[in-house]
Nanobody, 116 residues
Framework: QGQLVESGGGLVQPGGSLRLSCVAS????????MNWYRQAPGKERELVAT????????TYADSVKGRFTISRDNAKNTLYLQMNNLKPEDTDGYYC?????????WGQGTQVTVSS
């Protein structure tokens, strides 16, 4: 059974940076497209960024374009999200997701809070 474990969240001031990590196990990480989502209680889940299995193709939500960078290291079974110039509206739980056809795994999430 596949497992994803996120880390790297925390409290940061506006304008600051964080790097989230998501370590995968129990499935062939290099075959899966990977995604970062975010969601706060009572809000809809938002797709933040996607990356193809090889890392050659990425997409971003308009709200984070130019500030966030998604990347992956298939040798380390790890997905990253570099977040720069953070804003209070980026405060959310961040979740990584692995997807291959109908197969999908989710992490437990890591909280990011942007506040002065």
């Amino acid at each position: 059974q596949g497992q994803l474990v996120e880390s790297g969240g925390g409290l940061v001031q506006p304008g600051g940076s964080l790097r989230l990590s998501c370590v995968a196990s129990g499935f062939t990480f290099s075959s899966y497209g990977m995604n970062w989502y975010r969601q706060a209680p009572g809000k809809e889940r938002e797709l933040v960024a996607t990356i193809s299995s090889t890392g050659g193709r990425t997409t971003y939500a308009d709200s984070v374009k130019g500030r966030f960078t998604i990347s992956r290291d298939n040798a380390k079974n790890t997905l990253y999200l570099q977040m720069n110039n953070l804003k209070p509206e980026d405060t959310d739980g961040y979740y990584c997701n692995a997807r291959f056809w109908a197969d999908s795994y989710w992490g437990q999430g890591t909280q990011v809070t942007v506040s002065s």
